[in-house]
């Protein structure tokens, strides 16, 4: 900005739980601050706020994989909807069981909601423009946005909160399409899953193949099953006859995530100390400036004494040393302490170590010590700039123990345990399969077990591998070296404003990106209370930072 008293432009580009969360920080700091800024945010979907994963009209069908009890995305001072619960208590005329999952479409609607009380809030200064955006480029006074057929002036600031963009298809995914596109196989994709269950009417009878087995993977189960007419109860699956023949779901290892503590007194078992809450910050902190030996050191020496406590205090036997070597595994190959497990033996673990049927075991609490201790571990890592080869041991020592700390509710495990026992689903294809392409569709081979399916569905989240990134303006932005990796595996460097360093390691000035494809310059980024988190509140102080310095 060249003058002290004209606002600052700024543009965002997508409008999701990311940049809501990013606005009402900004919104929250102009009141504070006395900065003056107008936003564009450039959002073509019908549900600006709430994002496709938490779509209005999604189907209700997908849950989300947080109980009531947690959800703790509390609203700005300025807004009238109040908590999830309170809004859904007044929308629905009903209280929040604490323990249930609710719909994901649900909290769509909340969202939409403080969206209308954003706007309100900011009394003008912030425009939706339904338009998408096909390309950014820097100029000498500021940022050129192109969206539409409309010429924009110049924006001083830019902020990227893409979720997660569409990328091009490996080689197997990429096969799969010239497949079914010159055959009769048919290939669909998880989401959005009304538009899956209305596919899924011409399927019944037919034999079906699910790509992936985490949490996208239960929430197609039931729109296969409940959306064609079937019904879960105490006593199991109830079919309508409407549903394919057989569901082969399969994934790398063929393990179901563990599901969650199934009450809240269960889970209670898990709770941290302050203290101990205090120290996983600290050791983040310590491990996230280090090298990789010395990080695995710090999180070790926070972990160990907390799982230790928490195995004893359920009365789980501790064999010296075996927290340690739990560890050292973990790190070593993420998942390899369940290696022997078949599938069946991981679905009825978990299902026992969510009901407390059995005493939790040394990676069940680890995990949910991890997913209880996200906060802390965020605020310890994203306000530091951490060396690459550590933020991919970190990152990568987080996304394995995504298996239990982001594990789904304690009823989609056993409405997958149903389904088993009804027949329609089948997991003795689930470890890695081979395939052959046949004119109907796939032959799927393993173990020596066979099946043949015409339908193929695809329930893997893709990673935020920059290079694969298909969708403008990202792809534009990555491929001009203004946007890169921070490391194998990882995603854009960022600096902890959100401000974007180039391929030369240099600050992008006043070009932001906040979300999954920032992942390794900020960890455990697949979280909706990220999305509200301190994250949003570093880019807002940072853009009344860059104003009152240039005023």
């Not at 109830?238 to 599901?259: T, V």
């Not at 026992?421 to 796939?442: E, K």
Request: proline share 8%; charged share 20%.
């Amino acid at each position: 900005m060249k003058s002290g008293t004209a606002a600052a432009r700024i543009a965002i580009v997508g409008l999701g739980p990311r940049s809501l969360g990013a606005l009402e920080a900004l919104v929250a700091h102009l009141a504070d601050s006395g900065c003056r800024v107008t936003v564009d945010v450039f959002e073509p979907s019908d549900a600006p706020g709430a994002g496709p994963n938490f779509h209005p009209d999604e189907s209700p069908l997908c849950l989300l994989n947080i109980p009531f009890r947690d959800i703790a995305i509390r609203p700005p001072a300025f807004s009238r909807a109040g908590s999830f619960a309170e809004w859904f208590a007044r929308h629905t005329g009903e209280q929040a069981d604490p323990d249930s999952f609710p719909p994901r479409a649900d909290l769509g609607r909340y969202l939409q909601a403080r969206l209308d009380d954003l706007l309100d809030a900011s009394n003008g200064t912030i425009t939706i423009i339904p338009e998408q955006v096909v390309q950014i480029e820097r100029r000498d006074a500021g940022w050129q946005v192109h969206a539409g057929d409309q010429p924009r002036a110049l924006y001083d600031e830019v902020l990227l909160t893409p979720g997660q963009p569409e990328t091009a298809p490996n080689d197997q995914l990429s096969e799969w399409q010239d497949h079914a596109r010159d055959t009769q196989a048919q290939l669909a994709q998880a989401y959005p899953a009304a538009q899956l269950a209305k596919r899924a009417q011409d399927w019944t009878g037919r034999t079906v193949a699910i790509r992936g087995l985490g949490l996208s993977t239960f929430d197609v189960l039931r729109v296969l099953t409940c959306g064609q007419g079937g019904r879960f109860d105490a006593q199991g699956y109830h079919p309508s006859g409407h549903e394919p023949a057989a569901i082969y779901p399969f994934s790398l290892n063929g393990h179901p995530p563990f599901p969650k503590p199934a009450t809240e007194v269960l889970d209670a078992r898990f709770d941290l100390h302050p203290s101990e809450v205090d120290r996983f910050s600290q050791a983040m902190a310590q491990a996230a400036v280090a090298d990789p030996d010395t990080a695995r050191a710090a999180i070790n020496a926070t972990l160990e004494p907390v799982v230790t406590r928490i195995l004893t205090d359920c009365d789980a036997t501790v064999p010296q040393g075996a927290v340690a070597d739990w560890l050292h595994a973990e790190w070593t190959d993420a998942g390899s302490q369940e290696k022997d497990l078949s599938p069946m033996d991981m679905l009825r673990t978990g299902i026992a170590l969510a009901e407390g049927s059995r005493a939790p075991t040394t990676g069940y609490v680890v995990g949910q010590v991890w997913r209880k201790a996200q906060d802390a571990l965020r605020a310890g890592y994203n306000p530091v700039e951490t060396p690459a080869e550590t933020a991919e041991v970190l990152v990568g020592f987080d996304e394995g123990l995504k298996r239990y700390s982001y594990g789904p509710p304690l009823s989609a495990s056993h409405e997958l345990m149903a389904l088993i026992d009804a027949g329609i689903v089948d997991l003795d294809l689930a470890v890695d399969p081979d395939f052959t392409l046949r004119d109907s569709g796939w032959t799927l081979e393993t173990g020596g077990n066979t099946a043949r399916v015409s339908v193929m569905i695809d329930a893997v989240l893709p990673s935020p591998d920059l290079s694969a990134i298909a969708a403008a303006p990202v792809c534009t932005l990555v491929e001009n070296g203004v946007l890169a990796p921070l490391g194998h595996g990882l995603a854009a460097r960022t600096v902890p404003d959100g401000q974007v360093l180039d391929e030369r390691g240099r600050v992008v000035p006043r070009l932001c990106l906040l979300g999954r494809l920032a992942l390794g310059s900020v960890i455990a980024v697949d979280s909706l209370h990220d999305c509200f988190g301190k994250s949003s509140d570093r880019w807002a102080k940072g853009v009344c930072a860059r104003q009152t310095a240039d005023s």
